[in-house]
């Protein structure tokens, strides 16, 4: 099944985001759209990893530079505390996973 193959490299990366936050810097800088999946490794994920907070800052700094409709839904509910414009953001989250990891 596609949605849960696409939840296992959701899983896999956040099981090395110790690795991948040491080169978070070289992702910010040459490959931002692999924000997408972490943010919604650590949306799916149950556990809430320590990291949690380091990566908000993360999606704060790039708010500017990347948009996403999955990293935009953690910046209105955690950066801005803008509920509204979460729920508007998790429309576009649901289209964009259906295509994504669909």
């Keep these: 099944m596609v949605v849960s193959s696409g939840l296992s490299i959701c899983n896999v ?6 690795v991948i936050f040491r080169y ?3 992702i910010q800088t040459s490959a931002p759209h692999l924000l ?3 943010a919604t490794a ?10 949690f907070k380091d990566f908000i800052k993360v999606i704060q700094q790039e708010q500017h530079s990347y948009k996403d409709p999955i990293t935009e839904f953690l910046a209105c509910v955690y950066v801005n ?9 998790m429309r576009e989250c649901e289209e964009v996973s259906m295509v994504s990891f669909g």
């Excluded at 990366?13 to 110790?18: F, N, R, V």
């Excluded at 650590?42 to 990291?51: D, Y």
């Excluded at 505390?81 to 953001?89: L, T």
């Design 13 to 18: 990366a956040l099981s090395k985001y110790d």
């Design 24 to 26: 978070l810097n070289a």
């Design 36 to 38: 997408r999946y972490l």
């Design 42 to 51: 650590f949306i799916v994920n149950k556990r809430r990893r320590p990291q």
């Design 81 to 89: 505390y803008d509920f509204d414009g979460a729920q508007k953001k």
